[in-house]
């Protein structure tokens, strides 16, 4: 039997989110977060929106999950993110004790890798998962942002 | 004629604010953010009793800077925090463009410093004041939880 629950299942969710931010007018940025294959936490980017830069996709996923576990460590949960995580959302990730990072696009300028962020030694990484549409999004808004 | 608005009386007020996270068995970490000579936020450490890795002290008095300003960005303003910010705080930090960080006890372990998290090209830091009260208050602080 073929397990429709891989990677790139749950990246198109939140490519989902991203294109909520993007038609908010928001960078376009998603995140989920799963655990034993269910979505227990769906965010897009919405700093705009609240006037806050710490409302990154990730950051709100982050106390989403751990409000509905009950409690604040993200052991056995994965984060999937349209997005490089930056270094804040990397050090919340950090604490989080989260068991894996599923990553699209690379952030070169911001993300962590190029920003030396330390993850929990317990977190694997995954990256390159629907990088292109994730990164074309990002493309498309930046474009229409520059008319 | 003596101007008492310094960073000692600023971090008094950042102190008393970690004492009330102590006070309610959260790791006391308190801050404030100060633009011209007023607190336009306060905060402390949440951790424990919201269930949040990112309710740090820091997160917090960001999004309140914020929202009292009406603006994400916190040009002209001034954190006091009374142990040295995280990974995750001075990711945060960097985002907002805050013009300076005063704080008290150095985190040679989790601190940004260490970790090596780029903070704004535009922001000043100060370090050192207040520090033993701030980690005698951490220090107090463990040697109850080890009891």
Not at 56 to 79: D, P, R, V
Request: aromatic share 8%; proline share 3%; net charge neutral.
């Amino acid at each position: 039997m073929i397990n429709p629950f891989n990677d790139e299942y749950f990246m198109k969710k939140a490519l989902q989110e991203a294109e909520m931010a993007f038609d908010k007018d928001e960078i376009p940025v998603g995140a989920i977060i799963v655990i034993d294959n269910k979505i227990i936490a769906r965010s897009h980017n919405l700093t705009e929106l609240l006037n806050d830069v710490t409302a990154h996709a990730e950051m709100q996923s982050i106390t989403a999950a751990a409000n509905f576990l009950g409690g604040k460590y993200l052991i056995g949960c994965t984060l999937y993110v349209t997005l490089e995580p930056c270094q804040m959302c990397a050090g919340a990730l950090y604490w989080s004790q989260i068991s894996k990072i599923v990553y699209g696009a690379s952030d070169e300028n911001r993300g962590f890798v190029k920003m030396g962020t330390k993850l929990h030694p317990k977190t694997t990484i995954v990256s390159g998962i629907l990088a292109d549409e994730a990164a074309d999004l990002m493309k498309r808004f930046f474009a229409q942002k520059r008319k």
